[in-house]
């Protein structure tokens, strides 16, 4: 199964010791333009991520392929709600995004303690569920989520 999160700090703590084991991935995709360009961050990015999981930058548009490679036991990383919507019309079948972290910043409302969009991130949630994606708006595997918790439609 290939799991998609979304969450601006990408690859951290919460992913290597919650939700890769959680998943059971043997490949970690971040797909974001800015990452898949820059060789350096990718290096020191590389050095949290487990030995046994293989690590994968990619521009968003290329992850149709990307995923092709990779197969199923793939967990992808987007930083924004913008790359979840790139990355759905390169042909991406996203069936459930994983909503982890999005950072509060002025002009964003407050759906969660660990999620605030602005209204443009709100109008592509709100198309993505147009479009049959679902939402597990979690920080970690373990958290208990009540679809009640998230009025966002």
């Not at 995709?29 to 350096?40: E, K, P, S, T």
């Not at 919507?85 to 991406?92: D, E, H, R, S």
Request: glycine share 6%; with cysteine.
């Amino acid at each position: 199964m290939v799991w998609f999160r979304v969450d601006n700090r990408l690859v951290h703590g919460q992913v290597i010791e919650g939700w890769l084991p959680y998943t059971g991935a043997r490949h970690l995709v971040v797909a974001n333009d800015d990452l898949a360009g820059d060789a350096l961050r990718q290096q020191i990015v590389e050095l949290a991520i487990p030995y046994d999981v293989a690590a994968h930058f990619a521009c968003v548009t290329a992850l149709p392929e990307m995923l092709q490679t990779c197969g199923d036991s793939t967990f992808v990383l987007f930083a924004d709600c913008s790359d979840v919507y790139k990355a759905f019309q390169a042909g991406v079948q996203i069936p459930v995004l994983n909503v982890g972290n999005l950072h509060y910043a002025s002009g964003k409302q407050q759906l969660l303690p660990h999620i605030a969009v602005s209204e443009s991130e709100l109008q592509i949630l709100r198309q993505l569920r147009n479009e049959n994606v679902e939402f597990d708006f979690r920080c970690v595997p373990t958290e208990i989520f009540r679809g009640s918790d998230v009025r966002i439609f």
